[in-house]
Structure formats: structure tokens, C-alpha cells
Nanobody
């Protein structure tokens, strides 16, 4: 069983930055990802990263503004969010896909999820 703990969410003005972190209790070979869900909307993939960190995926809405990275020695994945917009407001979740080397976009393929951290961007 893998437990995930997200941190770094909060309230920020439009144009500002936040850095999310997600620490895993244990982490073998796995893909990791960040997803988000706004009120009344479906959960969407924001960014994912392969086990080695060499392959990443970004949604069109965040590409060029967000950066995903990981530190396997610390069992941690990060999401650096710059130039934040009000439409980025959502609960952000990190997720782990066991035994995976690539970067995967499909939420249903992930095995473990964190409890979520709220990001609110004011205009």
C-alpha cells in the first residue's frame, strides 16, 4: 500500500506561483502524475512523469506554465506552477501508477491517490 501526502496548495493572485509536493510512503518503479478537479467538472490530467523523469506529459492548458519533476531518492514528485490563472483553481491530486516506466495520462490507470490539496487563484 502506498500513501501519498500532498502539500503546497493555497491562495495566490493571478500571475503568481505555487509549488506542490507529493511524498510517497514507498515508491518502486512507477509513473507519477498530477490531476485536478474543479467544482462541477471532471478530474483532468495536468502533468505526468515517467519513472526516470525523462518523459513528461502536460495538458494543453498548462503547457509552458507548469513543470513536473521528481526525486526518487526522496519518493517525491513536484509540480511547479507559474503564471497561474483563475481557471487553474481546483483540488490537485497526485497519483502513482505501479510498475510503469512511461508517462500516463489516463486517471483510471493510476493505482494510488493522495487526499488532494486546494489551489485557489484569485483574479
Amino acid at each position: 500500500q502506498v500513501q501519498l501526502l500532498e502539500s503546497g496548495g493555497g491562495l495566490v493572485q493571478a500571475g503568481g506561483s505555487l509549488r506542490l509536493s507529493c511524498a510517497a510512503s514507498v515508491l518502486s518503479t512507477s509513473a507519477m502524475g498530477w490531476f485536478r478537479q474543479a467544482p462541477g467538472k471532471e478530474r483532468e490530467c495536468v502533468a505526468t512523469i515517467s519513472w526516470s523523469g525523462g518523459s513528461t506529459y502536460y495538458s494543453d492548458s498548462v503547457n509552458g506554465r507548469f513543470t513536473i519533476s521528481r526525486d526518487n531518492a526522496k519518493n517525491t514528485v513536484y509540480l511547479q506552477m507559474n503564471s497561474l490563472k483563475p481557471e487553474d483553481t481546483a483540488v490537485y491530486y497526485c497519483a502513482v501508477k505501479r510498475g510503469a516506466f512511461g508517462a500516463y495520462r489516463l486517471a483510471s490507470s493510476y493505482d494510488y491517490w493522495g487526499q488532494g490539496t486546494q489551489v485557489t487563484v484569485s483574479s
